[in-house]
């Protein structure tokens, strides 16, 4: 049976299920940028040799996020699932949510003890946590949080030894907002993803910042070769390429203030958006899931609480189609 409940992209089980020809899908269940870096052609040497770590990936890293305090990692789900075993055992780890399901998976199969909060609730627990996850700008629910306020965070589990972990995969359309800064902080971990901004995501490349102790003991928990060649390769263009990054965050600001826009018309108050998706909590929103999947308008359905999330059009034709697939569902 089709479920998008637990990554969303899964076309062709969407296919199956509705009878729809994969190419007639307009595909809004990611978060993905639907504009992907424009890679010149790969390198035959890329294909033929192992990949080496003097290759320019992390120079080029590091001038992008302004630190060169990185570990290349296989997207930034490698990391959520191998930070946890750099953890003393039976830790209680805080997580605000709704957030990202696969770092409670990582945290919880790693034998600790994790605690789902809400903003509000987390003032009053912080002081008995001994690591906190925040995804921010959250994913899916598109809260952002203030550095100043994940700041004090910090500084409260730093006092007892703790960590702060920020997950920053939607971050890049607004850089300045990042915890990253030149130098590591005790206690502070950020992961960043190529994926999603760039519209890399099959290449499966992200980067941990943090101290170097963190950094090294994470790196020995790394496959041989966990970042492939091509992958580095590609990694460095998109990450020296400043003109199209500028032009991209253009672009995404554009297309989500008009996804706003869009979804407010009908249910004015109940959205929130980042650059690159749209969090849309209704009662109703299993059944227009279903009625926009019957179309062939893939979003992402989540059940508690009850909401949609919706990636961005990439052309007028599936904008068109979008607003008049919304709208024939709201008769």
Known sequence: MFSSHNHGGQLRLASHHYAIPLEAWLDLSTGISPWAYPLPAVPSPCWQRLPESDDGLEDAASIYYGSAHLL???????????????????????????????????????????????????????????????????????????????????????????????????????????????????GLVVLRSIGKFFGLAGIRLGFVWAETAVLQALAQLQDDWSVSHPARWAGKQALADTSWQQQQRERLRTASQRLQRLLTAYDNGQVTNTALFAYWRLEKAKTLHQRLAQQGILTRLFANPSALRFGLPATETEWQRLEQGVASCQR
């Open 72 to 186: 290349p990692v296989s997207g930034s789900q490698e990391a959520i699932r191998r930070l946890p075993q750099l953890r003393p055992p039976a830790q209680r780890v805080g997580i605000l949510s709704p957030a990202y399901h696969s770092h409670h998976q990582a945290w919880q199969a790693a034998g600790h003890e994790v605690v789902e909060l809400t903003a509000a609730q987390l003032e009053t627990c912080l002081a008995t946590l001994d690591v906190l996850v925040v995804v921010n700008p959250t994913n899916p629910t598109a809260q952002h949080y203030p550095a100043d306020t994940l700041r004090h965070w910090h500084q409260t589990l730093i006092a007892r030894g703790g960590w702060l972990v920020v997950d920053e995969a939607f971050m890049d359309a607004t850089p300045a907002d990042s915890l990253i800064s030149q130098h590591p902080l005790h």
